[in-house]
């Protein structure tokens, strides 16, 4: 049974119902039906991109936490911006300049724009906040305590910052102009500050009103790998190896022996758990700079950890355990995104029916093959699910489910990703930043 395209901006009160529904229409002939491969690569890298280029934030340049294009009103204002989100598309504007889809010098006019708008942002010891007013730069709570820096969403800025610095060192004045920029505040960053007065371990969040209380000491494996790495490469505010080596490694507890779908998990995604592994944003955040093939140190062959965290996904969906609707071969992957109820973390142990895009299209590096699957299936079978900015966020076939929204920080990696997977661009750029280099080195890393 194929999936049929439907109307999603319909106005009548029986219509709207159905914008959040899958009709199934064997007759409709579908829009990408025709398309290559390397034709759909493009296309849905054109798109994704788009949302960080059309649709930032028009005073900031950054992007828009979310967009809904059902026009639902979001949980955030419409002029807040995502730090995080903001540094993975300061990446796939990159791809937009070496795709050809906008020029040069427009790239670094946005890039200018945006600079110049993080330097007069609130910062907190020189991290940004999750969420940022667009408009004003000013600091937007992302909860009630988590209202001022979060340096895991700064380093995920950072990782995108340095990238486009190594991307335009060598350009004309002006842009050396904007590399130096990018310098200032790469350096301005406390993050050793946020170990808390010295602790071995980096803290997620400091409020200049609730200080520490948020608690969230970040160690074990997660997404936040980029975050150690970015402060060990610090030239003003560096960590110890000491804090690595504890705080995220836990004296070694990070180095996991067991293993899930025949794949080693490697290190030690959940410690109580009938489904020991995590969403995949995890293989992706940390990684679209940060190039996981050869990387390795004394706790993990990163590649392998990344390879066999998607191969868990794809193996999962095709065992389908809880016979889900369409899981398979060519429909799998859980990440964090919208549900049928506000977000969820979906992976394997918390499956709730609900696939994610950006979970298999971000991971075309780790399972090419199982990834084009995914890719084509949706753009061919299922292009109701695909709008203006790529794959709309999350669906569900067995429940007829899906809504026509987007959120940043799932749309972000799939350009960035799939171009790594291409052409390694964006992997090269941030691997060669002379500080980031003797960072991993500081811990212990072969690259």
């Given at each position: 049974?194929?999936?049929?395209?439907?109307?999603?901006?319909?106005?009548?009160?029986?219509?709207?119902?159905?914008?959040?529904?899958?009709?199934?229409?064997?007759?409709?002939?579908h829009r990408y039906a025709d398309l290559s491969e390397s034709a759909l690569l493009d296309?849905?890298?054109?798109?994704?991109?788009?949302?960080?280029?059309?649709?930032?934030?028009?005073?900031?340049?950054?992007?828009?936490?979310?967009?809904?294009?059902?026009?639902?009103?979001?949980?955030?204002?419409?002029?807040?911006?995502?730090?995080?989100?903001?540094?993975?598309?300061?990446?796939?504007?990159?791809?937009?300049?070496?795709?050809?889809?906008?020029?040069?010098?427009?790239?670094?006019?946005?890039?200018?724009?945006?600079?110049?708008f993080l330097e007069k942002a609130d910062r907190f010891h020189g991290a940004w906040s999750?969420?940022?007013?667009?408009?004003?730069?000013?600091?937007?709570?992302?909860?009630?305590?988590?209202?001022?820096?979060?340096?895991?969403?700064t380093a995920f800025l950072v990782q995108g910052l340095l990238t486009v610095a190594e991307?335009?060192?060598?350009?004309?004045?002006?842009?050396?102009?904007?590399?130096?920029?990018?310098?200032?505040?790469?350096?301005?960053?406390?993050?050793?500050?946020?170990?808390?007065?010295?602790?071995?371990?980096?803290?997620?969040?400091?409020?200049?009103?609730?200080?520490?209380?948020?608690?969230?000491?970040?160690?074990?494996?997660?997404?936040?790998?980029?975050?150690?790495?970015?402060?060990?490469?610090?030239?003003?505010?560096?960590?110890?190896?000491?804090?690595?080596?504890?705080?995220?490694?836990?004296?070694?507890?990070?180095?996991?022996?067991?293993?899930?779908?025949?794949?080693?998990?490697?290190?030690?995604?959940?410690?109580?758990?009938?489904?020991?592994?995590?969403?995949?944003?995890?293989?992706?955040?940390?990684?679209?700079?940060?190039?996981?093939?050869?990387?390795?140190?004394?706790?993990?062959?990163?590649?392998?950890?990344?390879?066999?965290?998607?191969?868990?996904?794809?193996?999962?969906?095709?065992?389908?355990?809880?016979?889900?609707?369409?899981?398979?071969?060519?429909?799998?992957?859980?990440?964090?995104?919208?549900?049928?109820?506000?977000?969820?973390?979906?992976?394997?142990?918390?499956?709730?029916?609900?696939?994610?895009?950006?979970?298999?299209?971000?991971?075309?590096?780790?399972?090419?093959?199982?990834?084009?699957?995914?890719?084509?299936?949706?753009?061919?079978?299922?292009?109701?699910?695909?709008?203006?900015?790529?794959?709309?966020?999350?669906?569900?076939?067995?429940?007829?489910?899906?809504?026509?929204?987007?959120?940043?920080?799932?749309?972000?990696?799939?350009?960035?990703?799939?171009?790594?997977?291409?052409?390694?661009?964006?992997?090269?750029?941030?691997?060669?930043?002379?500080?980031?280099?003797?960072?991993?080195?500081?811990?212990?890393?072969?690259?």
């Amino acid at each position: 049974m194929v999936i049929g395209c439907i109307l999603i901006c319909c106005k009548s009160n029986n219509q709207k119902e159905d914008q959040n529904k899958v009709n199934n229409s064997a007759a409709v002939k579908h829009r990408y039906a025709d398309l290559s491969e390397s034709a759909l690569l493009d296309t849905i890298q054109y798109q994704t991109f788009n949302y960080f280029w059309d649709g930032a934030e028009p005073n900031s340049g950054l992007a828009r936490e979310r967009l809904h294009m059902d026009d639902a009103y979001p949980t955030s204002p419409k002029n807040t911006v995502t730090t995080g989100g903001s540094g993975f598309g300061l990446m796939a504007i990159l791809v937009g300049v070496e795709r050809g889809w906008i020029s040069r010098e427009e790239a670094f006019n946005r890039y200018t724009k945006i600079v110049n708008f993080l330097e007069k942002a609130d910062r907190f010891h020189g991290a940004w906040s999750h969420w940022i007013d667009g408009e004003t730069g000013k600091m937007y709570p992302f909860g009630k305590k988590d209202n001022g820096g979060d340096l895991v969403e700064t380093a995920f800025l950072v990782q995108g910052l340095l990238t486009v610095a190594e991307y335009f060192k060598n350009g004309n004045e002006q842009e050396k102009e904007l590399v130096a920029k990018i310098d200032k505040l790469w350096r301005e960053v406390e993050w050793s500050w946020y170990t808390k007065g010295g602790e071995d371990v980096l803290y997620w969040h400091w409020s200049p009103e609730y200080e520490w209380e948020m608690n969230f000491p970040v160690g074990g494996y997660n997404e936040c790998l980029i975050m150690y790495v970015l402060a060990a490469s610090s030239p003003t505010y560096p960590i110890t190896k000491e804090v690595y080596e504890k705080g995220w490694a836990r004296d070694g507890e990070i180095v996991s022996d067991k293993s899930y779908y025949d794949e080693a998990l490697v290190l030690d995604y959940y410690e109580h758990s009938d489904a020991p592994i995590g969403p995949l944003f995890w293989a992706h955040y940390s990684y679209l700079g940060l190039n996981p093939k050869g990387l390795s140190d004394q706790y993990a062959d990163y590649w392998e950890l990344t390879q066999n965290h998607a191969k868990i996904h794809h193996k999962y969906a095709i065992d389908n355990p809880k016979n889900y609707k369409g899981y398979g071969d060519s429909l799998w992957g859980f990440t964090s995104s919208y549900s049928m109820k506000g977000y969820a973390g979906h992976r394997p142990g918390d499956d709730r029916g609900v696939v994610s895009p950006t979970a298999a299209l971000s991971s075309f590096p780790y399972t090419p093959k199982a990834s084009m699957n995914v890719l084509e299936n949706i753009y061919k079978n299922h292009d109701s699910l695909v709008g203006k900015y790529g794959p709309y966020d999350a669906f569900s076939l067995e429940y007829n489910w899906y809504l026509p929204r987007y959120l940043a920080i799932d749309q972000g990696p799939i350009p960035v990703m799939i171009e790594n997977y291409r052409t390694g661009l964006l992997w090269k750029l941030f691997m060669q930043n002379k500080d980031v280099k003797v960072g991993l080195d500081k811990l212990g890393f072969k690259y």
